[in-house]
């Protein structure tokens, strides 16, 4: 008795409903690989708290109650009515049925399911079920992947805004030192002029810069599950600091490829596909019903609840139809063309993750060449700079040439650092096309 009782919770225990994806599946150890506790913050408050995911979650949780409503269709059914009966029959001389009686039958419904029709329509339930665990995956894949490539560009712009204060700066110098020599009559109004234009498109750019960072950091909150409210308060490391700290490998194995949440979830549905079409075709069988009748009346003499009060019966038979208005046959072409369907669409996705694979690779190599150009080109212009403050010591040039050199060399800066934020970003993209297996 006791084994029961422990085998009884066990599978409740089983049944519980259990939302959303486990932690080692997504791999989250690879955004811990960066060491930068603000990123762990936001991976981890999105994976907790983004609603996107939760409503994916609750998908899939509705599947799995399908699954174990089809397999409710499997087993037999119990139960019990009770009923007032009022009846009018013909008196005999030593028979009498009473005319108002109170009758309770128990019933038990079970389909035989000899042809295993209903276990396949529990395996199809189990097919789309397990479909929507892949897709739910591929939404915290993509949730994760975005929340760190947008916390990124937020450390670029902290960069890039900065950088571009230096530069608004030096042109404030810059028109300060021409607006001198105009009034020394060494310049015409045009070059004042100019001075004048350049300070405003670089208070323009560091304007949309500031917007651009207002909007990231509402996006970061909204995928984090905050409030946008909060944005302006977010903590966050700095570009400098934000490295991958491991090794991106060159190339992927195939498996990793196909095994992404997307390809499984392609193959899956082909798989319920390929089981509905035995479904349809088992339509066109007859089906076997056992009907069992146990009823308690008042009618008759006896106690209620005793033999003699009681009437039995069992049916069992199996019933096929003759005429179904050719639903059953249409039903068969729907489940073989929607098979061809999602074959084709597997094959699609196939292709598709090959791609990916493929371009984010392609990205990765190209854009770290170029981000090793940006860094030889940056080492050129420090040390150009730095013969830039030598002459203007020693008085070879002018406070405007010198502005000029640091102008350059705070361009350069903001390209280094660009080519350094698409080369993380394109980091966090790779582990979107492998499924997060980096």
Known sequence: MIKKVFILLAFVLTVQSAYGVDKKELN????????????????????????NAKQAAY???QYRQQAKYSLGKELPSFSVSADYLGIHVPKLDNFQLKQNAFVLPFIANYEADFLLKNRDKTRSAKKAYEAAKFEEKAVYISLLSDTASVYTNILENDELIAKQKEIVKIFEDIKTAELKKYKRGVINSSELNNSEQNLIDAKNKLLNLEKEQNVLLMQLAVLAGLSPDCAENLKRGNLASFEYTSKIPDEIRSDVIFSRPDVMEAETKLEKAKIDIRVARKEFLPSFNITG???FNTIAPGTFFSWQSSLAAIIAGASQDIFAGGRKLANLRMQKAKYEELFEAYRQTDLEAVKEVNTSLCFIKH?????NNTKSKLNYETENFQDTQKKFAGGVISYPDYLTGRSKLVSSEIEAAQAKTQRIVNYFTLYKTVGGKL
Do not use: G, P
Request: one cysteine or more.
């Open 293 to 295: 009748i146990w009823a």
């Open 28 to 51: 989250l150890d690879f955004f811990y690989r960066f060491n930068d506790d603000c990123l762990n913050y936001y991976i981890n408050s999105a994976f907790e708290n983004n609603h």
């Open 59 to 61: 998908v899939v949780e």
């Open 367 to 371: 854009d770290t060449n170029i981000e």
